[in-house]
C-alpha cells in the first residue's frame, strides 16, 4: 500500500477499450471486430484479422473516473485524463490526453495510437487521472488498478502466459543446438521471447501420445504428461524472471513490464503467502541475492507450478483410468 | 588479447540465447581464445537477404576504427560508438528487441571488441582478469552492444545525436538510467543530459541521487502533463530505413544524422530541467553536506 503525501481518490479508475483499427501500409483503414479485445480479461489482439503489414493501431478507449472527482470541494484543480502505453521490451512509453464527455460527467474518452515497429510482443495501457494539488502541478489522484495488455500478434484477447510449443527431431533438426539434448524427451526455453517447450520427436509414439483425444487411458496419460511439460515451464519461467530483475536505485527490484511481470504476479502469492506481491518480490529477491533462504525457497517455487499446472487433477483422472482398466480386465 | 573469429560471418543472423552457451566458454570470458565461427555459423537463423543493413562489414569496421581510435582509454568508446552504431543498423525499436540480433553481433561479428571494452582490470580481490556473460548475451542495458544502441535510440533528440554523445561520456549516467523506466519519456532523457552539460551532475553518487529523486518523485507525478511530448511520425524513420540501401558508411569524425523525427518540444525540455534542478538541490546525496 503506497502512502500519498496529497489527497487522492480512493478508488480506481475503469478502463474500456471501445474500439480498435488498424491502418494498413497501402494508407487504408480495417475496423477490426468487438471479438479483438475483451473486457473480462482486459486484452487487446490485434493479430485477429491476420494481417502482417499494418503499420498502426487506433485504440479506442473511455474511463470513468470514481466517484468524488468533480466534487466543488475537491482539493485538485486543472483535472486531466492521460492513457498512457507502456512496452518495457521496447522502452516506449506515449501518453493521450482524453477528453470528458459531458461537462459534469466522470466519461473520459478518446484514443491511443500505437506503432507497429515500435512493439514486439505486449504493450500495457493504463489511464491516469492528473490534477493541481496543493499548487503543485501534475499529481497522479487516481489510476487504472489493473493495466490492459494489447498484444500486437495475438489472435485471441486472453491475458495468461503464453506458450508456444515446438516439436522437432532434437537429432536431426536445423536447430542444431537442440542435438546436445538428443536424450530428453522434451526441453524448455525461456530466454526466447516467449517461453517455449520443444518436444522431441525422436522419442517414438510422443506425437501419436500428444495428439491423442478421447476418454481413454492414453488422454488421461496425455493430460499428466502436459502437466509435467506445464510444471516445468512454470517451474522455469519462474526462475528466468526472478534471476533477471531490474532494480532500480533506491526502490528496490522492480516488476518486469513484460510476461514475466505477469508470470511473477501470478506465483509470487504462492510462494511468499500472505503479503503484498510488492513485498513478496522484495523476500524472494533478497533470498536469491542474499546469504541465505534461496534453497527453502525451491519447494515454495515448485508448489506454486505444480498449483498453476493442474497436476494434481491429472494424476488423479490417470490413476482413475487404471484403476478401471485393472477392474475390467479382472472380470 | 583475443582477435575476431577466423571465420567472420558477411551477413548479419539471429543466434538464439540458448544456443550460445557452448561458445560462451571459459578461455572467452577470459579474454584468451575465441571460438573459429564455423562451428557458431550452424546454429544462426539467417536474416531476409534482400535487405542490406544486414551486411556485418560496416559494423566489423566502425568496432576496429573504435579499438585503434580508443586504444589508450576504452570506456571513451561508448560515446563515439553508440551514435555511429545506431546510425548504421538502421533498427525499429521492434527489431532491436531481439536479443538474438545482439547475441550473434557479440558472438560472431565482434567478440574481440567485447573483449577488449569489457575485459575486468586485475583488483587486489579479482587479480583474474575477466568479461561478465552478460556483456555477451544479457539484459539490453548490459549487454556490450544493445546497451550503446538503446542509449542512442533513447537519448538522441530526433535527428540530433549531440545529446547520445554526452550521456554516453558519463558511464554512470547510462548505467543507471538505461534501466529506469522514466527514461522511456523523451523530455525526461532531454533535461537529464541538459543538467549533465551544465555541470550540475557529474559524479556517481549525484547521478544516483538524482536518479532515485526523479523516480520518487514520479512516483506521484506525471512528467507526461508537467512535459508533454509531441506524438511520433512513423513515416520518418520507415523512410531512414529504407535509405539505408543508398547510405554511405557513417561519419567518423562527424557525428551522423539519425531519422528526420521532430525533436522534443523545447519548452518541454526546459520545464523539467528547471523540475530536476530543484529536485537535485533538495535531494539527499552520499558524500554531500547539506548546505553545499
Known amino acids: 500500500m503506497k502512502i500519498y503525501p496529497y489527497k487522492r481518490l480512493n478508488r480506481p479508475i475503469t478502463l474500456r477499450v471501445t474500439s480498435v483499427s488498424l491502418k494498413l501500409s497501402d494508407g487504408t483503414r480495417d475496423q477490426l471486430e468487438t471479438t479483438a479485445y475483451s473486457t473480462q480479461q482486459q486484452a487487446v489482439a490485434l493479430g485477429i484479422a491476420g494481417h502482417t503489414d499494418w503499420v498502426s493501431a487506433t485504440i479506442g478507449l473511455s474511463a470513468t473516473l470514481p466517484p468524488g472527482a468533480n466534487a466543488p470541494d475537491a482539493a485538485w484543480s486543472d483535472l486531466c485524463v492521460l492513457a498512457v502505453l507502456t512496452d518495457g521490451e521496447t522502452n516506449v512509453r506515449t501518453s493521450a490526453e482524453l477528453t470528458r464527455d459531458a461537462p459534469d460527467g466522470r466519461d473520459w474518452s478518446g484514443s491511443v495510437e500505437l506503432l507497429r515497429d515500435d512493439h514486439m510482443g505486449r504493450a500495457s495501457l493504463a489511464v491516469y487521472a492528473v490534477g493541481t494539488v496543493d499548487g503543485v502541478r501534475g499529481r497522479s489522484i487516481a489510476e487504472t488498478d489493473r493495466s490492459w495488455l494489447v498484444d500486437t500478434a495475438s489472435d485471441e484477447p486472453v491475458r495468461g502466459l503464453q506458450l508456444d510449443v515446438q516439436t522437432a527431431s532434437f537429432k536431426r533438426s536445423s536447430r542444431e543446438w537442440l542435438q546436445a539434448y538428443a536424450d530428453a524427451p522434451w526441453i524448455v526455453d525461456v530466454s526466447a521471447r516467449v517461453p517455449t517447450v520443444f518436444v522431441n520427436t525422436d522419442v517414438e509414439g510422443v506425437m501419436g501420445l500428444l495428439d491423442s483425444n478421447g476418454s481413454g487411458v492414453e488422454s488421461k496419460v496425455r493430460d499428466l504428461l502436459i502437466a509435467q511439460m506445464a510444471t516445468d515451464v512454470w517451474t522455469a519461467v519462474f526462475h528466468g524472471a526472478i534471476g533477471d530483475l531490474e532494480v532500480e536505485p533506491g526502490a528496490g527490484p522492480v516488476f518486469p513490464t513484460d510476461w514475466q511481470g505477469e508470470v511473477l504476479r501470478e506465483m509470487l502469492p504462492d510462494v511468499v503467502p500472505g503479503v503484498h506481491v510488492e513485498e513478496a518480490l522484495r523476500q524472494v529477491h533478497r533470498r536469491r541475492t542474499g546469504d541465505s533462504g534461496w534453497v527453502e525457497l525451491q519447494t515454495r517455487i515448485h508448489y506454486a507450478a505444480v498449483r498453476r499446472a493442474d497436476a494434481t487433477k491429472a494424476l488423479a483422472y490417470v490413476i482413475r483410468s487404471l484403476e478401471q482398466m485393472n477392474r475390467e480386465s479382472e472380470t | ?292
Not at chain 2, 48 to 70: C, H, K, T
Not at chain 2, 229 to 234: I, L, M, S, T, V
Open chain 2, 1 to 292: 588479447m583475443i582477435t575476431q573469429p577466423s571465420h567472420v560471418p558477411e551477413r548479419l543472423g539471429l543466434l538464439a540465447t540458448s544456443a550460445v552457451d557452448p561458445f560462451l566458454t571459459e578461455e572467452l570470458l577470459k579474454g584468451e581464445q575465441v571460438h573459429g565461427g564455423i562451428d557458431l555459423a550452424k546454429v544462426v537463423e539467417p536474416l531476409p537477404e534482400d535487405d542490406s543493413r544486414w551486411w556485418v562489414e560496416p559494423i566489423r569496421s566502425l568496432v576496429e576504427d573504435a579499438m585503434f581510435e580508443f586504444r589508450e582509454d576504452r570506456t571513451r568508446a561508448d560515446a563515439w560508438l553508440a551514435p555511429r552504431l545506431h546510425a548504421t543498423l538502421r533498427l525499429t525499436r521492434r527489431e532491436a528487441a531481439d536479443k538474438r540480433l545482439w547475441n550473434h553481433i557479440a558472438l560472431a561479428v565482434a567478440p574481440d571488441y567485447v573483449a577488449w571494452r569489457h575485459l575486468s582490470e586485475p583488483t587486489v580481490n579479482r587479480p583474474e582478469r575477466r568479461i561478465v556473460a552478460e556483456r555477451f548475451r544479457g539484459p539490453a542495458d548490459r549487454q556490450c552492444f544493445s546497451r550503446l544502441w538503446w542509449a542512442a535510440e533513447l537519448f538522441r533528440n530526433g535527428p540530433d545525436y549531440g545529446p547520445v554523445a554526452d550521456a554516453c561520456g558519463n558511464q554512470d549516467l547510462v548505467h543507471t538510467v538505461l534501466r529506469m523506466d522514466v527514461i522511456d519519456h523523451r523530455p525526461t532523457a532531454q533535461a537529464l543530459v541538459r543538467l549533465l552539460r551544465s555541470g550540475l551532475v557529474t559524479t556517481g553518487r549525484e547521478i544516483n541521487g538524482l536518479c532515485v529523486a526523479i523516480s520518487t518523485a514520479g512516483a506521484t507525478l506525471t512528467y507526461d502533463v508537467l512535459a508533454p511530448d509531441e506524438p511520433r511520425d512513423p513515416a520518418a524513420l520507415r523512410d531512414w530505413i529504407a535509405e539505408a540501401e543508398s547510405a554511405p558508411p557513417v561519419e567518423r569524425y562527424e557525428l551522423p544524422n539519425g531519422p528526420d523525427e521532430d525533436p522534443v518540444p523545447e519548452e518541454s525540455v526546459a520545464a523539467l530541467t528547471g523540475y530536476f534542478t530543484e529536485l537535485f538541490e533538495t535531494a539527499p546525496v552520499r558524500g554531500r553536506k547539506s548546505g553545499d
